[in-house]
Each structure stands twice: as C-alpha cells, then as structure tokens.
C-alpha cells in the first residue's frame, strides 16, 4: 500500500534526483579519500556504504513494486543508520588508544532495534502506540550514548576534536528526531495519526531529510576530521 | 496462522507479563552495571539487549497481525539466542589473555543456522524431518563447543571461575534442550507431530522458557561474574 | 514462481546431491583441520559455514514449497558469498602483522549488495536494468580489492603467499563472473531477458558453480594455506 502511494503521487523525479545523487556521493568519498590522506579509510568505507545502500533502496520506489517496496525505507535505514552513528562513534574515538567496541556496539544495538520499532509500528493496525513510543524511548537512549560517554571520549582526546564531534552530534540527533516526527504526520505509514503529509509530502520529505543525513553528513564528517588531523 | 491460534487462546496475559518484565529486566540490568562495578560493561549490554529484542519480538503475539507475526519466536531467537551464547563465551573468556574470536563466531553461527531450521521446519509443511534433525546436529555442536573448548578456556583461568561458567553452561544447556522439545510437541508450530501441546500451551512454554533463558539467565549471570571477580 | 519451474524441471536429485556434498564438506573440513595443524582454526570454520548454510538454504527447493523457496539462492549468497570472499582476504592478510579490518569490511559489504542487486532483479519485473548493471558495477568492486590491495598485502608477506593466494583469487574471480551470466540467460529468474536456460539447466547450474565455489573451493584453501604454512 506504501509503494502504490509514493509511485502514483508524482515524486518520482525527487527519488531519482535521492538516487543519483547517492551513488554520485559515493564515489566522491572514494575519490576524497585519496586527497584526504589523513582521513582514515574506514571513513570513505563506511559513507561509500551509507549512501550507495540507501540509493539502491530508493530503487524499489521507482522500479515497480517488488517484494519490499513496502519496506524500502525501513530495510534502508536498518543498515544506513546504524553505520550513521557509527561514523559518529568513529569520529570520537577516532585518536582514542582504547577500544570502545562495546558502546559502538550498545549504539548501533539500540539504533537498529529503533528501526525495527518502525517497521513493526506500520504493520500493527490496530494499537501501534507501544511500539512508536518503545522507538521514541531507545532514540532517547541513543541520543544519551552519543551526548555522555562518546562526548567524553572526544573531549579527552582534544578541544579540537570534541569541538567538531559535538557539531556533528548536534546536527544528526536534531536530523533524527525529525524522522519519528515526519513518520508520525505521514497518513501513508500512520493513517491513524494526525494524517498531516499525503503521499506527495511524506515521500518528500524521506528525499530531504536523509539527504542531509547521508549525502552532506558524509561530506560533512569527512572534512571535519581532514580538519581535525591537520590542528592536532 | 500461528498468529491467529496464539491471539485467539487466551494468552495474552500472560505475554504481557513477559514484554514487560523483559523491559523491566533490560533497565535493571543497565542499574545494576552501576552498583556491581567490576562486571565488565559489555555484560550488562548483552543481557540488555537480550531481553528489550525478545520482549519487542512478542509484541507481535499481541498487537495485532503483523508481517512477521507468524516468524516472531524466530525472529526474536535469530538475534537473542547468539546473543545468550555469547554471554556464556564472554563468561568463559572473561579474564583470558588471548582472543577467541574464531571459536565465538563458530558458537553464534551455529546458533543462528540452528534457529534458521526451525524456520524451514514450521513452514516445509510436506516433510521437515531433514531440516528438524539438523537443527538437532547443530544444536549438538553448541553443546560441544560450550562443554569442551570454552569449559577448558574457563578452567585455564581459575577454578572459582569455571565452577560458575559450567553452572551457567548446565542451565543454558538444560533450558535449550527443552525448546526443540516444546517445539515438537505443540501443534500450533508442527501439527504433522504428536500435537501434545495447544496454542495456549505452546504460548505458554514460549514464555516460561525465554523467561529462564533471558530475564533470569540475565541477573544470574551478573551475579556470578560479581561474585567471581570478588574472589580472583 | 521460481520454486515450482525448479520443483518441476526433475533437478531434485541434482539438488539432492549438492546438499549431501554440502554437509559432508562440512565436516571433512573439522576433520581436516585435525590433521594439517599448521592451518589456523578460522579456516576450516568459515568453511564450514559456507557449505553448510548453502546445503541448509537448497533444502528449500526440494522440501516443499517455503516462506523463502523463491529467493532460497539469494538467501544462501547472501551469507555464503561474504563469507567466500573473507575467506580470501583472510588468506591474503594469513601472516600480515597489520590488521585490515576496514578493507575486509568493504570487501564483504560489496559482495553482500552485490546479492541484494540479484533480489531487487528478479522482482523488479518493469525494469530489471538498473539493479542489475549496480551489481555488476559492484562485482567489479569486489575484483579491484581483490585484485589491488588484497594481492598487495600478499605481495608484501612472501612470494609463496602470494602465488598461491593469486591462484585462489582468479578462480573465484572466474566462477563469480559466470553467476550473473547464468543468472542473466535464465528464463527463471529474468524472463525479460535471452532466456537461454530452462529450469532444469538453471538449476544445475546453480548447482555446478557453487559446487566449485564453495565444497572444491574450501579443500583448495584449506590445503595452499596448509602447504605456504610448510614452505614460509
């Protein structure tokens, strides 16, 4: 019902525009990386990913119905945002001398398990609320790993770092919390809602807002860490 | 049709006992990190992530219809049970110089395959004999790795620690036995089989096994790395 | 659609055989690794897991129709082709001191949307075009690691390393080339395209090409690694 909603409301041109975009990104990274040389690679690596995963994603919007057109978005941000805050757990950790796999791996956890509160909110006709606001609470727990203990690992690497870490961090939690918020005004994924944004508006609005998570995030992150090697 | 057997046999109580001392579980745990301050983060991350996965997945028993209401034990075992054997290796290795990735991997991915036959057995209505005794097998391998090289990792380390690793591999050992056991008997998940069980028996089994298995396992668990820590 | 033309073509003891092979493989590897104990123990279990999740998945087309008989190949590819791949790369970095985590990430990244390209190919009935020639851009993703930085860290190691892990990779490089042209004649899954290959001969090529990618492959390993281990 989502597919036939988004492909007969005319934002095909836009998805296409997401889906060049992204791949075009993609090899900008890759191409970056090589002028950057103080970037580390798992940077390029890592957006490369955010990106061309996303792009191909958009396909089923435009490419006529396939088996997860219904669930592009979610299958998208299952991988994407989990490698989102990834990025951002490497930004600061980036000249860190311990390991810290097991908050990277609490970060992601909860943001996957967000995703999924998304996917499961959709479906369930009848009483969606608990699995919206379970989803609202583990973003609010994400949001915590990324303002308390990753804050503090970069601010005891460097002012520099932390400076550029919380800029990134502001920018995506603030990104963020407009995705529940778009979902919950989207009478395609939640009729039941206030039903604010048509077909038209909700496949737009999921054009812009990982536009800005993903293609100028990357772009973003990796500049800032090009900036950050050349202070320290 | 699992969906609608289980909706439709009163059991739903009882499933929201289980969602919610499985979220209540998974704060509790994150709580206790704080008081208990020589378990190592990465334990209480785990059985967090354990209980709030498994507790999201059986929302679909009660919400209402979902995509994956029918796959929802499955969905929910595919990530929890890995998680729970992983658990029990991080116990085992839990002071060990050396790194046992290898070994870990072979134990969640026999893990994973091992939930992935169930799959295949509820749904190949003609003959799932094949896949049943395969999970059979691998579960077998489980149960090897955790009684021969991660028993010997353990006892490398201290007696105190192996006492309780092997405690807890007992239960775990115990407790895992009993689900293909269940699984067999009901005739909700296999009705070409005795069909002991009813769907409000199946259900039932399915919330007093995980609870042993996750909430329980969880807190147990915790306690004995505390308590093993005290005594090294 | 494709489960029945498989189920009807009369491949079943084709199929059959590739399953037993399978599992046998399996355990021919544990066996092996007893015997060639200069082979480390991530080998034999990657091997492992590559034919045995193969051998799982093609129960699909011979057990009665299931949830995931018509993308059964793409659910077997989508585990077993990373884990191909990481077995070279782990081959390639067998004695480097430096780790290579972010290139192996990569490496197994590109092959896992490489398989997600082949789903959204057989669905996308409309226009198969874009997902196709993504993946086959994606291939060659996949061949320029392994060809460059992979053979490099080889280089780097010892000569003896390196001829054997060239060997290896030009034969994957092969047989992964004839996939997606396999794939790409069959009236099974790309009816829109020449449809040179019936059911019965798309599935004996499925069943010939992981033959040699994953039972032959895994021996032909196991047993370089074991022979650059006498010789370094």
Redo the contacts between chains.
Sequence with gaps: MVYEAIAASGSSPYIWAYIITA?LSGLAFLYLSRIWDNV???FP?VH??IV??SG?MY??FV??????SD?AWYVDWMISTPLIVLALAMTATYKSEKNH???I??LM?LQF?LI??G??SQ??????A??FW?GCGLLAGVAYLLWVPFRKIAEETSDVLAKKYKLLAGYITVFFALYPAAWYLSEVVYPEGPAMLGAFETSLAFVILPFFCKQVYGFLDMYLIQKAGEEI
Excluded at 123 to 128: I, N
């Design positions: 791949f580390p690679r798992r690596i490369f990913f061309t995963w191909l396909l089923n490419e006529g119905q396939t088996l997860i669930y796999y097991d908050l791996a609490a956890g398990m999924v509160t996917i499961i479906e369930a006709a009848a009483s969606t608990y699995a379970i």
